[in-house]
């Protein structure tokens, strides 16, 4: 079962920063935090992904609170076509299961 | 990052019939496969693990006689819907994961009808 809550939808203005949160409480200490995104019909998309630190790459950044429950998304230049399906996924191991995720949509 | 393919991209079939999905890491060895279902606007719902020269594991409530999975070398796992029926009608994606790679890479999915 999914160990993540996310927002069901949001929008975030094209050229600004989307930041998408998300609530993982009960994550353990070897558990790492994903993050994947769905363009409608296409198989999901890997961004990036973090255990303690944050992380950045040339798509977005990982902020992971200390405590590391919850953990921040960030796109900081918002485009059209990063309007998409957005997955948190804790993970230890092999198998991810996937949350209902963010519908996040992008308004020009 | 890797690529991973599936072939078909669409299929239609009648109802009885089985029909076999490829999924292919094109770039690395993936050691770890894993297929995935999801139904007209809801999440992924994953259905087995497979390792190479393994048998799958399935997750609960997944049929193995149904949805038979091999995975025969590191670069091609298959997934066989056997008799598929119109509720089995559904999106299945796979993913790979090996090569170095911690992450799951996945493919661009295959939209099965079945009439």
């Known amino acids: 079962d999914a160990k993540t809550t996310q927002p069901t939808s949001m929008d975030c203005a094209e050229g600004r920063a989307a930041n998408l949160p998300c609530n993982h409480s009960?994550?353990?200490?070897?558990?790492?935090v994903y993050w994947y995104r769905q363009i409608h019909s296409q198989g999901p998309q890997y961004i990036i992904h973090g255990l303690k630190n944050n992380e950045t790459n040339e798509m977005a950044s990982l902020i992971i609170t200390e405590d590391r429950k919850s953990s921040t998304l960030i796109l900081p230049h918002a485009t059209l076509r990063d309007t998409a399906v957005y997955y948190c996924?804790?993970?230890?191991?092999?198998?991810?299961?996937f949350g209902t995720g963010t519908s996040l949509t992008v308004i020009p | 990052g890797a690529v991973v393919s599936q072939h078909p991209s669409w299929v239609i079939c009648k109802s009885g019939t089985s029909v076999k999905i490829e999924c292919r890491s094109l770039?690395?060895?993936?050691?770890?496969m894993f297929w995935y279902r999801q139904f007209p606007k809801q999440s992924l719902m994953l259905m087995a693990t497979?390792?190479?020269?393994?048998?799958?594991?399935?997750e609960q409530g997944v049929e193995k006689d149904k949805f038979l999975i091999n995975h025969a070398s590191l670069t091609l796992s298959t997934l066989t819907v056997t008799s598929a029926h119109p509720e089995d009608s559904s999106f299945y994606i796979c993913?790979?994961?090996?090569?170095?790679?911690?992450?799951?890479?996945f493919g661009p999915g295959t939209r099965l009808t079945v009439l």
């Open positions: 996924i804790v993970n230890t191991g092999n198998q991810f299961y």
């Open positions: 009960t994550i353990s200490g070897n558990e790492y």
């Open positions: 993913s790979a994961q090996g090569g170095g790679y911690n992450e799951q890479f």
């Open positions: 497979s390792n190479e020269g393994s048998k799958a594991t399935y």
């Open positions: 770039d690395f060895q993936a050691t770890t």
